[in-house]
């Protein structure tokens, strides 16, 4: 009889091992908190779930111990009889339960903690890297035309992209901007620079406009209707179309002004871009304007040829741009567009919609360049460090520039 009392609290004791145990893992942990059952709690993070039902379990056992070594329990089943046998297995059984349940309990405790920890982690740095400050490490392609000071500004874009977080793809020097408007409709590129009113007269065919904030307001709503692309805001420099001559050559024929030019335009060798001579803010245009223009010749230019060829006598006049670095010598003079038949030419980025959509903070990091520093007379400067003596990149003067504004560290 007293073995079997024994043994009847030992399996007492075993199914209290059980219970303990099951109540100490039976923990559950909600994200960002703890939550507590009995005496075990969980946190977030750590593998303090596991403690307490190991704790509880290891006191029963050694309770367990204490009590079958205060009784001759060992020593009983060492001689129990046929009959004792199932009270015997019966008691192992337990022993075998309690362990599994205890082993049990501590890898699943093991297991939560972990896996806590480990979604903690996770969640952690999902959160790091969508939150960032600025760029989400997506790729732009930045485009550009194919002469000096869109070089320049597709480097200021793409350099200050990068430097808050995006990766760039540079698809510089790409033709005229028919061929960089398609290239952005084709989603060949994300972005380039281009001239409002060049958006306006040439790309949307419409009619010229003076006021700057009107022909912003005009390209910016009609791209987005038509074509899905939009308008960020303009630098304050002006890039208006302008006619050069050499100094010497105007002062032999008495030309001044657009006017006198149109006069004796039949005594003239005119040299640009293709473009100049077929759209509306070319020639045909000026024809509308003031009568005459009827050049004695023409000459299709690249737009790095078009100073070589005016200042070695291939051409009288040249096509250029009112920013252009080489109308800063002495040599040159400008034309006076007596009747304002250029409009004004702001650069600004144009946009694919839903590029911007994907990633709007490129909205607030190029508009940044609207500030009044690129004027006039900074961005000639700019295009005639690449185009002058020096012979600069476009890169290292855009970078230097940036820094010193304090847009680049």
Not at 69 to 94: E, I, L, N, P
Not at 173 to 192: F, H, M, P, R, T
Not at 210 to 220: A, E, F, M, S
Not at 262 to 278: N, T
Request: with cysteine.
């Amino acid at each position: 009889m007293q073995n079997r009392t024994g043994l009847g609290r030992i399996a007492a004791l075993l199914t209290l091992i059980i219970v303990m145990t099951a109540c100490g893992s039976s923990t559950t942990t909600s994200s960002g908190g703890a939550t507590t059952t009995g005496a075990a709690t969980t946190t977030a993070g750590s593998a303090t779930m596991a403690t307490t039902p190991m704790s509880d379990a290891s006191t029963a056992a050694t309770m367990a111990a204490t009590m079958a070594s205060d009784t001759s329990t060992a020593a009983a089943m060492t001689t129990m009889t046929a009959s004792d046998t199932s009270t015997a297995a019966g008691t192992m059984s337990g022993t075998s339960m309690a362990t599994t349940a205890t082993s049990d309990a501590t890898m699943s405790g093991t297991t939560m903690a972990t896996t806590a920890t480990s979604n903690a982690t996770m969640s952690g740095t999902t959160m790091a890297t969508t939150v960032g400050p600025t760029g989400s490490g997506a790729t732009i392609k930045v485009g550009s035309k194919n002469f000096t000071e869109e070089f320049i500004l597709g480097e200021m874009y793409a350099q200050l992209l990068e430097a808050n977080g995006f990766k760039v793809e540079r698809k510089f020097n790409l033709g005229s901007e028919q061929i960089a408007q398609q290239a952005l409709v084709n989603k060949d590129i994300d972005l380039y620079p281009e001239y409002t009113s060049t958006g306006l007269l040439t790309i949307l065919k419409l009619p010229a406009i003076t006021d700057p904030q009107k022909i912003l307001d005009t390209v910016k709503s009609e791209y987005e209707k038509r074509y899905q692309l939009t308008w960020l805001k303009p630098a304050p420099f002006n890039d208006t179309n302008a006619l050069a001559m050499t100094k010497k050559r105007a002062d032999e024929l008495g030309i001044k002004t657009y006017t006198d030019l149109s006069k004796k335009a039949d005594q003239l060798i005119a040299g640009g871009p293709p473009e100049f001579f077929a759209r509306e803010d070319g020639v045909p245009g000026l024809v509308k304007a003031y009568g005459g223009f009827n050049f004695k010749a023409t000459k299709q230019l690249d737009p790095g040829l078009r100073y070589p060829a005016l200042t070695s006598g291939q051409i009288d006049v040249v096509r250029a741009f009112s920013t252009d670095g080489q109308l800063a010598s002495p040599d040159l003079v400008v034309i006076q567009d007596d009747k304002t038949f250029y409009p004004i030419y702001q650069a600004a980025p144009v946009v694919r919609m839903d590029t911007l959509q994907a990633n709007p903070q490129i909205a607030d990091i190029l508009n940044k360049l609207a500030a009044p520093a690129l004027d006039d007379k900074t961005m000639a400067g700019l295009n005639l460090m690449v185009d002058g003596p020096d012979k600069k990149d476009p890169a290292a003067v855009a970078k230097d520039w940036l820094t010193q504004q304090g847009l680049l560290k």
